[in-house]
């Protein structure tokens, strides 16, 4: 069975600063999908970027980006000029290739300092 | 915009009582997903329906049970609800396209049984 690992609980980051939140996951598909949800206090789950495991570059989406690393199984979030609306808890999910279920980690909280 | 709705934001229900919670989608999607949320454990999957009438038990069924009798609506049931059923309770759906985009999720549904 597929497994995600988040092994930070908490995080705290400097606004404007850049931060970096860290994902493993464990597979034997070839073919899959990554992401990366942000759920704020409003428990409204937002989507965050999305990593097709066939494209070797990184998905980017304005401030956010992932660096994925295949061979190693990992799939990290850097937020870059990090804003007080980014303080959330972020959720690290994989789908295998035919699957359409979601296997998520245990997610991060994020706080950031004014 | 793809809109998934569940009916309660909050709900506290007694022990041993019968507790429906519902979702409805309004784009179509033929994916629906009930899933649990933990401090500490993620966002782990209760049950999932691939189509009108079907249904597949996910990690965590145990003392519960799903109808979905139309696409748009996908229940939840508690049969006999019990103190360890306390959590957040979070509806998804997605369409069956060969490229996957990830989740829609409601809002979730915060349950106290007391």
């Known amino acids: 069975a597929q497994t995600v690992t988040q092994s930070q609980p908490e995080m705290s980051v400097q606004e404007a600063e850049t931060v970096t939140l860290s994902c493993t996951y464990d597979t034997s598909e070839s073919d899959y999908y990554l992401f990366w949800y942000k759920q704020p206090p409003s428990r409204q789950m937002i989507l965050v970027i999305r990593q097709e495991a066939y494209k070797q570059q990184n998905a980017t989406e304005n401030r956010f980006s992932v660096n994925f690393q295949k061979a190693a199984k990992s799939f990290s979030l850097k937020i870059s000029d990090s804003q007080l609306g980014d303080a959330a808890m972020y959720f690290c999910?994989?789908?295998?290739?035919?699957?359409?279920?979601?296997?998520f980690g245990k997610g991060i909280t994020l706080s950031v300092r004014p | 915009d793809v809109k998934v709705t569940q009916s309660s934001r909050y709900l506290v229900k007694r022990t041993g009582e019968k507790v429906f919670l519902e979702c409805v989608q309004d784009m179509d999607h033929e994916n629906m997903f009930w899933y649990r949320q933990d401090p500490g454990l993620g966002l782990r999957l209760i049950y999932f329906s691939y189509d009108v009438k079907m249904k597949e038990k996910g990690d965590i069924p145990e003392g519960y049970s799903v109808s979905r009798e139309k696409k748009e609506r996908f229940s939840l049931i508690l049969e006999s609800a019990s103190t360890n059923q306390t959590s957040m309770y979070l509806c998804?759906?997605?369409?069956?396209?060969?490229?996957?985009?990830?989740?829609?999720f409601g809002s979730g549904t915060r349950l106290t049984v007391v």
């Open positions: 998804a759906s997605s369409p069956a396209t060969r490229t996957f985009y990830g989740y829609t």
């Open positions: 999910a994989y789908r295998g290739g035919a699957n359409s279920k979601l296997t």
